[in-house]
């Protein structure tokens, strides 16, 4: 694996970090008060922001080149640093319109999509017009075991009926959300429990969805993206919009967030970073007990082990990344599983010595340190908890050792 920067990403590199320092960090104040006054709508920063990057060709990098004519013509390994400065925000990611779950759901349509579904869906979300949300989770049942899923997906002529309840859907909130992928079970009685789901497509305007409400995280409610409660009620949408087909939603789920999982993993490891600088940035200008806080021991050891911290996440990520390329997510999955175990934790060491250092400044909203901190807590439980990456690798681990 080749650690230096090509060419082409160092001139992207470059171009985001500058649009980052002109356009994101100088307004981000602006992007919350208009939160405040959006609500669950889009906010014209965000709006004007993206228009920018659409402009600048800083658009849709996520999609690897294997992904052919919707491709962002990068490497999984190519995107990583560029993730990286996007995770310097809670929102820039959504500006180049690499921002989850619409890159997840994209990548989904462009590898399994039909014409008439990549046109009809694929092409809106590419061009950055409408929003979406992926439906799995559920409240009644360990949805960490996709296995478990409850919703419903029945056949009756031409159409498909879902009935069931989902929560913490990220994105449906949004007024802009036009389209869910939802999971559920056609044949709950097969003999292979990995057979029984489906994925279909569902306008979130179909009669019979009802957004419940907004879920909160920590006492937010993440506006304008929202993590929403849904129920489907006999919800009717035409046989044409099951993906790849009956039974094959397993293998959907797991296409779609082998991707996903070292997306967060990249922007996890810019998060960590701006936090760290942040710790710098405060313990140089701060006075405590007659010394410059820099000059404290135990600042001083809080900035190493982040330092060292961050370079081993960031290092595995890249490694990960490259193995993707390489080998394909499945090739790469126990890479994968081990930065998903990491890298959040990581984060949340690094931000809560941050927030420590900025004492009760660091809890309110005059940084991102607590909304990061919050953000940085649900990818530990995001596309996978922590124990289902442990159980999963360690049993691959173990597997080849194993005396016969």
Known sequence: MQFEYTPKVEALRQQIQAFMQEHVFPNEALYEQQVEECGWTTTPLMHELKAKAKAAGLWNFFLPVSFGQYSGGLTNLEYAPLAELMGHNGWASEIFNCSAPDTGNMEVLAKYGTPAQQQ???????????RSAFAMTE?????????NIETTITRDGDDYIIN???????????????ILIVMGKTDPNHSNRHLQQSQVLVPIDTPGVTVVRPMK??????????HAEIVFEDVRVPVENIILGEGRGFEVAQGR???GRIHHCMRSIGAAQRALEMICQRANSRVVFGRPMSKQQ??????ARAAVEIEQCRLLTLKAADMMDKAGNKGARELIAMIKIAAP???????DRAIQIHGAAGLGQDTFLAQMFAWQRVLRLADGPDEVHMMQLGRDLMARHQEF
Not at 120 to 130: A, D, S, T, Y
Not at 139 to 147: E, G, I, K, N, W
Not at 166 to 176: N, T, V
Not at 345 to 351: Q, T
């Open 345 to 351: 934790s990581m984060a949340l060491k690094v931000i």
């Open 257 to 259: 967030l082998g991707p």
């Open 298 to 303: 135990s600042v001083r050891e809080d900035v």
């Open 217 to 226: 995280v920590f006492g937010y409610n993440d506006a304008p993206e929202g």
């Open 120 to 130: 009809q869906w694929l092409v809106p979300l590419l061009n950055g017009e409408i």
């Open 139 to 147: 409240p009644d049942v360990a949805s960490s075991d996709a296995t």
């Open 164 to 178: 069931g309840r989902k929560f913490y859907i990220s994105g449906a909130c949004r007024d802009e959300c036009k």
